[in-house]
């Protein structure tokens, strides 16, 4: 006669046999969740907001806080509309230690908001492999952050064949480290395809570039690692 009722030995075989389903499943939820109070809850409109993603293992994005506001300040005198510039968090760490990071970051995409990207070299292959880039060839040619010689990302698409320049590495922008958000090597600049909100996005962190070549911003005043 088949025993039926729940008991520990029960429990255990159970988790044994279905504990990384039951993870997954947790997983999957918490993203769901990070989704749905991102693109529910009251917001800008994303036609006067520029938007930048900061991805890395553990970025202190709040210290870009006071750089956002300077960014707002000034952001204001080119485009009128202009409410918020935010910078917002992504973790994402090395992909087969991380699987909580892929998911978000792919999150994020599905809600085609973001304007740019400052990320680390684990969520740029992610980005690169999704070609969700702006080729920035044209911009660069125009003098687009031309007088800083960054190092350029190469990427060829595998929907078109052609090969662009995808972002721009920031390894000698140590105002980004100085600012206790991330370690700055192997830090590339990118900007997004889908951007809603292109021309400000540029001309403000062309000027947030700017001052932090130039040391402009202070440091972050705490004390505690960022790393």
């Not at 080119?78 to 994402?92: H, R, S």
Request: hydrophobic share 45%.
């Amino acid at each position: 006669m088949p025993h039926f009722g729940i008991t520990w030995a029960r429990i255990k075989e159970n988790i044994r046999k279905y504990g990384a389903l039951y993870l997954v499943g947790m997983i999957i939820c918490a993203v769901f969740s990070n989704v749905v109070f991102t693109s529910t809850a009251p917001r800008t409109p994303i036609e006067q907001q520029v938007l930048i993603y900061v991805a890395g293992d553990y970025p202190a994005t709040e210290n870009f806080d006071p750089v956002a506001a300077e960014m707002l300040e000034w952001g204001k005198t080119v485009d009128e509309t202009l409410e918020e510039v935010v910078f917002e968090t992504i973790q994402f760490g090395d992909p087969n230690m991380d699987m909580y990071g892929p998911m978000i970051l792919a999150a994020r995409l599905s809600l085609r908001e973001g304007d740019a990207f400052i990320a680390n070299s684990y969520s740029t292959e992610a980005l690169l492999g999704n070609e969700v880039y702006l080729p920035l060839d044209d911009l660069l040619a125009e003098g687009w952050l031309a007088e800083y010689d960054f190092e350029p990302v190469m990427h060829t698409s595998v929907e078109t064949g052609e090969t662009h320049v995808a972002a721009l590495r920031l390894d000698t922008v140590d105002a980004i480290e100085q600012l206790g958000v991330m370690y700055n090597d192997g830090v590339v600049l990118m900007i997004m395809y889908n951007s809603t909100n292109l021309d400000t996005t540029l001309a403000t962190i062309e000027h947030m570039i700017e001052n932090m070549m130039e040391g402009n911003y202070a440091p972050a005043q705490s004390s505690e690692s960022a790393y």
